[in-house]
């Protein structure tokens, strides 16, 4: 079921309701139907390959391309953040491109194995890229704090790495003369230093690659985290006595040691999160990478790289593991303000339905009394008869809307029932119109189809609607308008409400629960909210599943 | 059935707020009861018990919140001493099961949301007092009947034919018919839907 105006954006309206998977935005979507922006990215994908392709030459060996492979990050930030759908095009493009530079033969008869070879990379990533999204998509996976962005992320930059390795075995067990991968110990000496060379690419370029491509897209991002002061000489303490500790342990002649840089990343991982961990393993790798280039023996160089992947692979894990522990927290205390705030609702409504039985007793007298009094007078003075009519109006007012006030917040659990939509709309009104008009505010009611029904519990569907007509008309203040309109569709009822506003209006205080609350409701009843905010409008969307016509 | 003129008809009214009590209590006499305002029911039963005998009132109008009786305790005990009143409910905290309980456990006629909707308070009370009298009648006409009438009058008006009601009690046919026949004369029914009315 879809209500047009839910999905329909206007010129100048944006969506505002943000999926719940706050890491929606690291899954930004292909944007299906422009070609250009594609292929532009397609382009800028390609020279970046080409370039970090070359780049990593010096690290390369035999049996395998290289121990440090900057483009398994340029690609997992592409696949990542495009989605595992451009699998194909990247494998077409990474082919083309080995195929100009000559890395791979055009013909001959082992052409099609280097071909598959080639985009066989590709396919691990996007098989790697679906795998996680599929897992952190499952319901159930939100609450997991091990599945909290940007856990994922982590995940796959370590996972992609490691299945593109593995499935590089049966080629290196069919035909390993073609890359010179012979022996057992070649074979292994080639998986570990695939690994190693895309480990320590994904982690180092795919975190950079991808804020930055948020940050084009404008995905609203906190933006980097500011550190303070005190945090960066801590960071630096940390990092000086790890290298210091390296440096002594190799200069006594006990080889190159990984594990004090480890713990030193590890430690600022924990300590400050995703960034600041990255930024050390960047010093890290700026300092130790270009010792491993060129001419080094291969066994000391792989085991050099395996130890700097260790430390890559637990810094970045301890920073995504301190972010995703940081969020979580944050949901904790949101969640606490909520029930705070519902407990708070829970004592208004005791409130209200005490002040509303206390009231009720008095104004049965005075209702009573004022019509008596009216119908005295009459034929009184014109005065005394026009005063006696007024209160008499305004008790018998004041009594009908004691009267809608306690079924609404009185004990009444009703079961849900067929609920004819203009039945809905009238007792909604009913409710709201003293408060709309309080508020100087117009509210406008679409002529609605009178089959349309909904199966629902009426006062709590009142609630929401009120709801989201009193925000409407608090936020637009004197002279704003409110339309109200109704479209019945073979399955969904469309409830639609926009505001108006004449100007700009400061927003008025409320509680901020409204909207969470009618949301609540309306997803009880198997439909959707969302809303559509725009400079000088705001547009509420109710869709329900519809019964049919009333019986 | 000749409606009775309202003057004649006394209608009690019992609630804990002094005003609205004698606020309803004013606002019936205005329509032409014969109103009369309670603070507590204890009093009006000690009262009530009293006039029975000779001035009964067709209606009382109750709340429902009251202090040590609240309005169906109170209902009860009225209709042990007098089951041909009618009984109006009112109250401040309505409830769907209240509302269901007053009609068909307490014999109430009406169950009213305060603040009072004054026009339906009138036309209840209006058909109380028409349903007390004719109540009341149909009481009197039975009243006269001997302790074996009054269980072949209760098995007819159920339904069943003088053959049934003869083996339930007992009794032959005949001596069935026989009662039959006095049952009709003390009532002045004059046929098995005229003692039918009576029973309602």
New interface residues.
Partial sequence: MVCAGATRTSVGVTTVAVPAHANGRAFANVRSGSIAPAAALLALYALGFTLLHELARAWGGAGFYSLWFPVAGWRLALLWHQGPRWTLPIALVELAIDLILGAIPLGGPDAPIAWIGAVRPVLAYGLAVWGVRRLVSRPGAAGVTLLAPPMPLALVSIAAPVLAALLTLPQALWRGDLTGVETARDVALSIAAFTVGDLLGTLLIAPPMLWVADRLSGVPRTGLPRPGSMAIVEGALVLGLAALTGEMLRWLGLGSQSAPALIGVAWIGLRFGRVPAWCALVIVCAITLPRTAGAVNTIERLQFHLGLASVVMAGYLAGSFHDAQARARAEVERRDRLLFQAERLKTLRAMSVAVIHEISQPLSTLAIEARHLHELTVDASNEVATTAALIDRKAAHLSGLVRRLRRYGGRAVDEPSPLPIATLIESVVALAKPEVQAADVTLTIAPLAPSATVMAQEIELSQALVNLIRNAAQACGKGGEILLTVDAQEEAVCIAMSNKCARTAAPSAGMGVGVLVARAIVEAHGGTLSLLRAEDMVRAVISLPAIGTAA | MTEVPASLATVYVVDD?H??GA??A??LR?HGFAAEPFLDPAPLLAVYADVVPTCPAHCIVTDVMMGDIDGFAFADRVRVIDPGVAIIFMT?????ANAVDSVRRYGGLDYL????D?DRLVRAVTEGVSWSIRRRSALGRTARLTARERQVFDLLVEGHPNKVVADRLGLSPKTVEDHRAAVLAKTGANGLAGLIALSR
């Avoid at chain 2, 949301?113 to 009072?116: A, G, L, V």
């Fill in positions: 707020d005003d609205l606020s309803v004013r606002l205005r401040a905290w309505p409830t769907t949301e305060k603040p009072i004054e």
